[in-house]
C-alpha cells in the first residue's frame, strides 16, 4: 500500500500562482509514472498532467504553457506548479501514480481544494 499525501491547495486570486506538493510513502517514484487529475465543482475528473520516469511531460490543453508538472525522486515528491491561475481551475486536485502512462491511476492521494477567485 502506498500514501499519497498532497499540500498547497488555498485560495488565490485570478492570475496568482501556487505550487502543489505531493509525497509519497515510500520510494516507488523511480519505478512509476506521476500526475495530477483535478475535479471541478459539479463535474468529472479530468487529467491535468503527468510525467514519466524519464522526465517527459504531458498536459490538458486546458493547463498547457501555464502548469509545469516536476518530480524530485530523492524527496518522493511530485510538484505541480500553477501559474495564471483562472476561476475555471478551481477544483480538487489529486495526485497518482501508475505503472507506466498507459496504464490507469494505482494509487491516489486524498485531494487538495484550490479555489480562483475572480
Known amino acids: 500500500q502506498v500514501q499519497l499525501v498532497e499540500s498547497g491547495g488555498g485560495l488565490v486570486q485570478a492570475g496568482g500562482s501556487l505550487r502543489l506538493s505531493c509525497a509519497a510513502s515510500?520510494?516507488?517514484?523511480?519505478?512509476?509514472?506521476l500526475g495530477w487529475y483535478r475535479q471541478p465543482p459539479g463535474k468529472q475528473r479530468e487529467f491535468v498532467a503527468h510525467?514519466?520516469?524519464?522526465?517527459?511531460?504531458n498536459y490538458a490543453d486546458s493547463v498547457q504553457g501555464r502548469f509545469t508538472i516536476s518530480r524530485d525522486n530523492a524527496k518522493n515528491t511530485v510538484y505541480l506548479q500553477m501559474n495564471s491561475l483562472k476561476p475555471e481551475d478551481t477544483a480538487v486536485y489529486y495526485c497518482?501514480?501508475?505503472?507506466?502512462?498507459?496504464?490507469?491511476?494505482?494509487?491516489w492521494g486524498q485531494g487538495t481544494q484550490v479555489t480562483v477567485s475572480s
Open positions: 497518482y501514480t501508475a505503472r507506466s502512462p498507459y496504464h490507469p491511476p494505482s494509487y
Open positions: 515510500r520510494n516507488i517514484f523511480s519505478l512509476n509514472t
Open positions: 510525467i514519466t520516469t524519464g522526465g517527459s511531460t
